[in-house]
C-alpha cells in the first residue's frame, strides 16, 4: 500500500494524522474509556487507526491519549503509531495544543476523532486532496444530517465554501440549530498556521474547554481562509458518545461487514440477526444461518455452512466444513470436510482432521484429532492426541485431571474406543486397539489387542419369577 500513502507521494508535504481519543467519555458512565469501547469487535480507536494507517505510516500517526492513558496505550500498542499525553484534558482544542512539538516536522495534520470508527480511508484522502488542492489554513468536513442534534454546526459565508464559524449545540441560537450541515470532528489543517494561532483559543463557553472548532472563527479573524467539504456518505461520522449511538454504529458496521461479505459470494440469510466481527473472513458459497456470530480473528472456507446458533471465535475453519446448530468453537482449526454438532464444544487448541465427526454433546480440548476419525455422541477429549479413522464410542471420556495435573491420552490410528470407556490419563492405545464397551482403562493398551476393563456379567436365569414368588409369600396375611 505504500504508493498510496501520502509521505511518499509528496516529500515536499509532509502529514501527520492526529487522532484525538484522550477524552472520559462522561455521557458512556463508564469504567473504560470511550475510545475503548467496541464496534463491529474491535475498540472505536483501532477502527480509527486502520483507516488512517491507510493514508500515512504508522509512524506518522499520533494519538492523544490522557484519561486511562495506559489502557488505550496497552490496547494500541502493537499498531507502531505515537502516543501524545493530554493531561489534564481541556478540550480538544488543547488536544492540538499539547501535540505541538511533535508536528514541528509536518506541514500537513489531518484530524480525525478517535470515537468516531466508520471513517473510510477514501473519506480521509478526499479530505486531505481537497485541502492540498486549495491549501487554506483549515479546511473541515462536513455532513448534511437530517437531525443534525448534538453536532456542531458549519457557519457558512453565503453559499460559499468558506465557512465563518463552527458553533456547538450547546451555544448554537435557536435559528443555528435549525442548521443541516454539521462538523463531522475531521479536519485538515497547515500545520504553521495552526502552530502560529492555537493560542488564541479560548475556554470561555459552557464546558470551560479550549474547542478546535473555534479556530475556525480564529482563522476568520485572522484572514486565513476556511473551508468546508461535505462528506459524501454522512454515516462515516457518527460519534459513538452514548451507549444508544455505540449501538447504533454496530448496528450498521455489521450490516456493511455483512453486504461485503454477501459481495464477495456468501450467502448469509438473516444479516441482522448474524454478529459478524470486522476482521473475519469468509470464502464463497460459504452459508450463514440465521443466528451465527462469527468473531475476532476468524477465517471460514469456501461452500462450508454454518448452521444456527453457533458461535465460531479465533478459529480457522477450512473448505467444505458443516457446522451443525448450536455449536461453539473457540481458538481452534478444523480441517476440510469436517462435520460439528450440533452442540459440538471445540475448547482452544482443538484441531479436528480432514473429514473427521465430531458430533452431539461431544467437548474437545487441546486435542488433534486425525483425518476421519470420528466422536459422534455424549464425548469428553481433553489434552489428547488421537489419530486417523479413530472411531470414539458414545460417552467416551478422557481423564485427563488427576486433581492437579494434566495428562495425555494418545490413541493411535484406527483404534476402536467401545462406548461409555474411561480412559485414564497418561495413557497410551496402540494402533487398531481395540477398547471394550464400558471399560475403565487405566494402563497402556498394545498395538491390535482388545482391552476389557469392566467387571465380567453374571447371569441368574429365572430370578426375576423367583423374587415375585418369595415376595407373594412374604406379604399373605398371617392365618389366611
Ligand atoms: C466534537 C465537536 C463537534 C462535532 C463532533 C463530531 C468540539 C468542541 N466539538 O464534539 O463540533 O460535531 O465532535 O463528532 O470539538 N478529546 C480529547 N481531549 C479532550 C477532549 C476530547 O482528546 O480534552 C477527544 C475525545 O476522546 C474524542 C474527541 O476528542 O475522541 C471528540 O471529543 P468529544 O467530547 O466526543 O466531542 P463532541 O462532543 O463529540
Ligand atoms: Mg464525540
Excluded at 207 to 213: A, I, K, Q
Excluded at 302 to 314: G, H, W
Aim: aromatic content about 4%; some cysteine; charged content about 20%.
Amino acid at each position: 500500500m505504500a504508493k498510496a500513502k501520502h509521505r511518499a507521494g509528496a516529500a515536499s508535504n509532509r502529514v501527520a494524522i492526529v487522532i484525538m481519543a484522550a477524552g472520559k467519555g462522561t455521557r458512556l458512565k463508564s469504567k473504560l474509556p470511550k475510545v475503548l469501547h467496541e464496534v463491529g469487535g474491535k475498540s472505536l480507536l483501532a477502527h480509527v487507526v486502520v483507516s488512517a494507517a491507510q493514508i500515512v505510516p504508522a509512524s506518522d500517526i499520533f494519538a492523544i491519549v490522557g484519561h486511562e492513558a495506559y489502557l488505550v496505550r496497552k490496547a494500541l500498542d502493537k499498531t507502531g503509531i505515537n502516543f501524545v499525553h493530554q493531561q489534564p484534558q481541556q478540550g480538544t482544542g488543547h488536544a492540538l495544543m499539547v501535540a505541538r512539538n511533535a508536528l514541528k516536522p509536518y506541514d500537513t495534520v489531518v484530524v480525525l476523532s478517535g470515537d468516531a470508527p466508520m471513517i473510510q480511508p477514501a473519506t480521509i484522502r478526499r479530505l486531505l486532496d481537497f485541502h492540498l488542492a486549495h491549501a487554506p489554513a483549515m479546511t473541515i468536513l462536513s455532513a448534511n444530517l437530517h437531525d443534525p442534534t448534538g453536532y456542531g454546526r458549519v457557519l457558512r459565508r453565503g453559499k460559499s465554501a468558506q465557512v465563518q464559524a463552527i458553533v456547538e449545540e450547546k451555544s448554537a441560537s435557536p435559528a443555528q440549530k435549525l442548521i443541516n450541515e454539521i462538523n463531522s470532528g475531521f479536519y485538515a489543517f497547515s500545520v504553521p498556521q495552526l502552530q502560529q494561532h492555537i493560542d488564541r483559543l479560548q475556554n470561555n463557553n459552557p464546558h470551560g474547554e479550549f474547542y478546535l472548532t473555534d479556530m475556525a472563527g480564529v482563522f476568520q479573524k485572522a484572514k486565513l481562509p476556511v473551508l468546508a467539504t461535505e462528506a459524501e456518505n454522512p454515516h462515516e461520522i457518527l460519534g459513538g458518545n452514548t451507549r444508544a449511538e455505540l449501538v447504533q454504529i454496530d448496528r450498521e458496521m455489521r450490516l456493511a461487514k455483512c453486504l461485503a461479505l454477501m459481495a464477495e459470494g456468501v450467502t448469509i440469510f438473516s444479516p441482522q440477526s448474524c454478529v459478524i466481527d470486522s476482521d473475519v473472513v469468509v470464502g464463497s458459497d460459504t452459508v450463514i444461518e440465521p443466528f451465527v456470530q462469527l468473531l475476532g480473528d476468524t477465517k471460514i472456507g469456501s461452500n462450508c455452512r454454518v448452521r444456527s446458533y453457533s458461535i465460531v471465535e479465533n478459529s480457522r475453519i477450512a473448505d467444505r466444513v458443516t457446522i451443525r446448530p448450536g455449536s461453539l468453537i473457540e481458538d481452534s482449526i478444523v480441517q476440510a470436510n469436517a462435520i460439528l454438532g450440533p452442540y459440538t464444544h471445540l475448547r482452544p487448541g482443538s484441531d479436528i482432521g480432514e473429514g473427521a465427526h465430531i458430533g452431539n454433546f461431544v467437548e474437545v480440548k487441546k486435542t488433534r484429532i486425525g483425518k476421519g476419525s470420528k466422536a459422534n455422541h455424549l464425548t469428553y477429549l481433553g489434552d489428547a492426541e488421537i489419530g486417523e479413522g479413530v472411531n470414539i464410542g458414545a460417552g467416551t471420556i478422557t481423564c485427563n485431571y488427576d486433581g492437579s495435573a494434566k495428562h495425555e491420552t494418545i490413541i493411535e490410528d484406527g483404534v476402536f474406543i467401545g462406548s461409555d470407556s474411561t480412559l485414564v490419563a497418561p495413557i497410551r492405545i496402540g494402533p487398531n486397539a481395540y477398547v471394550g464397551a464400558a471399560s475403565c482403562i487405566t494402563d497402556d493398551v498394545p498395538q491390535g489387542a482388545l482391552a476389557l476393563g469392566r467387571a465380567r456379567q453374571t447371569l441368574k436365569k429365572g430370578w426375576v419369577a423367583a423374587r415375585k414368588k418369595s415376595r407373594n409369600a412374604a406379604s399373605k396375611p398371617a392365618g389366611a
